[in-house]
């Protein structure tokens, strides 16, 4: 792939997501949302990455599943395509975060955009690993209902069917897509050691396992947020009556 199209499409990804926060702007915002309307046009934007990504990473092993095969050197233009798309995501998110949030609250998140940059950065300019990072990306699956609890939460609607309906599936879909998804990655990383730099692959393996720890942790944050305390509630309900 030549740098141009690279360019080209990574900063054609951060002008659409710029066009993407300007038209949540003028949409309506709940009431209860106001007094953190940057949060919220913040969470409708990665929304709104996470639903294309999410499709277009399905498709892309959809429409090449030789690339499942050979994670370092098969790759199409479509996946090539998705993984410079994605830069561009985080290059914008990694600024709007930085112009409007304190860096004491958001110092995690810029990490972790600044090492997927690099990675992502890395894998389209050398054409290699790019279906490493395809099933990377596969975690945006979760991130959709992962961002719609968040807007729903802020709209004050965590107590509907809507929420709990979002909240299961949230559930299924982080231990689908990102808990099995990093085992799975970690997995194919020990299989393939001996195709792997050194280097690489110690940055890897750690990063993996502290990306695993991580993610069960969230995991467990989001089960006692969303089921426990609300069992918790109403076992308190039936005692008292």
Request: charged share 15%; glycine share 4%.
């Amino acid at each position: 792939m030549e740098l141009s199209s690279v360019i080209l499409t990574t900063g054609g990804s951060v002008g659409f997501f710029k066009l993407v926060n300007a038209g949540v702007r003028r949409l309506p915002i709940p009431e209860t949302a106001c007094r953190n309307a940057w949060k919220w046009r913040n969470i409708a934007t990665s929304f709104v990455h996470s639903l294309i990504t999410a499709i277009w990473g399905v498709l892309c092993f959809f429409r090449h599943p030789q690339m499942a095969e050979d994670l370092i050197e098969t790759f199409s233009v479509f996946s090539h395509a998705l993984v410079s798309f994605s830069i561009g995501y985080f290059i914008y998110d990694f600024f709007d975060m930085v112009l409007n949030q304190k860096l004491s609250q958001a110092w995690e998140l810029l990490f972790h955009h600044l090492v997927v940059i690099t990675c992502f950065g890395l894998s389209v300019l050398s054409c290699r690993y790019v279906g490493f990072a395809v099933v990377a990306l596969l975690v945006e699956v979760n991130s959709v209902f992962l961002h719609l609890r968040q807007m729903l939460r802020m709209a004050s609607m965590a107590a509907g069917t809507l929420y709990r309906v979002n909240s299961m599936i949230n559930l299924g879909t982080y231990v689908v897509f990102r808990i099995n998804t990093l085992a799975w990655m970690t997995r194919w990383l020990v299989l393939n050691r001996d195709k792997v730099p050194l280097l690489a692959y110690t940055l890897g393996s750690v990063g993996m396992a502290i990306m695993t720890a991580m993610n069960i942790v969230l995991f467990y944050r989001l089960l006692r947020s969303d089921f426990l305390k609300s069992s918790t509630r109403e076992t308190k309900k039936e005692k008292e009556m």
